[in-house]
């Protein structure tokens, strides 16, 4: 029996387990094999094969953001373009508009038809936004089972996981179908969107057994089972503290390290289509924009969404005796959270080293001007005036 067999027996069995008490330390064991053939999957242990194998695009800017959409398909019958991909013929949605919409907000003309697999590689592009260089990469859809390695899947996860935002283009005039469907083929493949990262502490030891430690009462796991997951995993010495009450699937990915936390944007196109009822229902789901390619609707506000999920700041910098250049293409870009020394980095590779204090004006200080170390947090708009030793 292969992987993709054993995915989809445990699948079955998990579905078909009702889940009380008494089923939930199977439950939690069918999970970590779960978990454990998904990831022997995604990344076969070969020593001369390439492992993970992307696109091969140079991340360049200061944020890279994957665009991407469902396509769903059926296996009775076969078409020329099907064949390219996954050996299915589609059946399900029409383009989406992401080719589209690549070529309205960048410079990058993208082919854009109203039939699938328009997009067959990676397509990069450049958003100018306040001063930063957001990349844009138009992947393919992924396709219904892309997490157990068809079409191309593997590559479009690949590149998924290197962004830092997940921007998924559907359909308005479809439904949720494609958002769900995406959201399960990204779920299975260890990408987890818009949640926090779980607060627990693990770490793997030679000797000592099982140290296990709860800071918080759990209701969705206990002892038993903690160690129950690790047998499964041939882990017999480790130390584990649970800061918050987390659950079985929460410590498995802990357990595997491999699992990437993303924040996603859902962008609703072809609004134009559909009543300002359902666009207004649309307009507030969770983490939702509604737009139309067609008719630039909403794309301003889109790419603003896009910066503030990202978490961009710019830092404005100041030489002694002179005023700072506070104009919209002046600054560096950087992260939120980002510290002084960041900011150094981002100057010159051996300021770090050199750096004595610095001097910031802004929103991060109580007062402004304030003297601050090097691990000072800075917020967006701060000038910044760095002296060396």
Same mark, same amino acid.
């Given at each position: ?265 859902? &962008? ?6 559909? =009543?300002?009822?359902? !666009?207004?229902?649309?307009?507030? #789901?969770? *983490?939702?924009? @509604? ?68 001097? &910031? ?6 007062? =402004?001007?304030?003297? !601050?170390?090097?691990?000072?947090? #800075?917020? *967006?708009?701060? @000038? ?6």
């Amino acid at each position: 029996m292969g992987i993709v067999e054993k995915i989809q027996e445990i699948e079955r069995e998990i579905s078909r387990t009702q889940k009380n008490k008494a089923t939930e330390y199977h439950l939690g064991l069918l999970k970590a094999k779960l978990a454990k053939y998904r990831q022997q999957l995604l990344e076969p242990a070969s020593k001369g094969g390439a492992k993970g194998e992307g696109f091969d695009v140079l991340k360049s800017g200061d944020a890279r953001v994957a665009l991407t959409t469902m396509t769903v398909f059926e296996a009775e019958e076969q078409s020329e373009f099907a064949l390219i991909v996954a050996d299915f013929r589609e059946v399900g949605f029409p383009s989406v508009g992401k080719s589209t919409f690549l070529s309205t907000v960048t410079n990058t003309e993208s082919v854009a038809a109203n039939y699938e697999f328009t997009t067959l590689t990676c397509i990069p592009g450049v958003i100018e936004y306040q001063g930063a260089n957001i990349q844009l990469l138009d992947l393919p859809g992924i396709i219904e089972g892309a997490s157990q390695g068809k079409g191309r899947g593997r590559q479009v996860i690949s590149v998924a996981k290197t962004a830092d935002l997940i921007l998924m283009m559907l359909d308005a005039t479809k439904g949720d179908v494609q958002r769900s469907l995406l959201e399960t083929e990204l779920e299975s493949v260890g990408i987890r969107l818009n949640k926090p990262r779980p607060n627990l502490y693990f770490k793997r030891k030679n000797t000592g057994g099982i140290k296990f430690t709860q800071t918080t009462p759990l209701t969705h796991c206990n002892e038993k089972m903690i160690q129950t997951i690790l047998h499964e995993y041939k882990i017999f010495n480790a130390e584990i503290v649970f800061r918050e009450d987390s659950t079985v699937d929460e410590f498995i990915d802990v357990i595997q390290g491999n699992q990437v936390y993303l924040k996603c944007l859902y &962008v609703y196109n072809k609004i134009d289509q559909l =009543s300002l009822e359902e !666009v207004d229902r649309l307009a507030r #789901l969770p *983490h939702s924009v @509604v737009i139309s390619c067609e008719w630039n609707l909403n794309l301003d506000y889109m790419i603003q969404k896009i910066w503030e999920y990202l978490s961009l700041i710019r830092v404005y910098t100041k030489k002694p005796g002179n005023a700072p250049d506070l104009g919209p293409e002046d600054g560096i870009i950087l992260r939120g959270g980002c510290t002084v020394e960041h900011c150094c980095h981002a100057l010159h590779r051996t300021l770090a080293s050199q750096f004595r204090y610095a001097i &910031v004006w802004g929103t991060s200080t109580k007062f =402004s001007p304030q003297r !601050v170390g090097i691990h000072h947090v #800075l917020d *967006h708009e701060d @000038v910044i005036q760095i002296v060396k030793k």
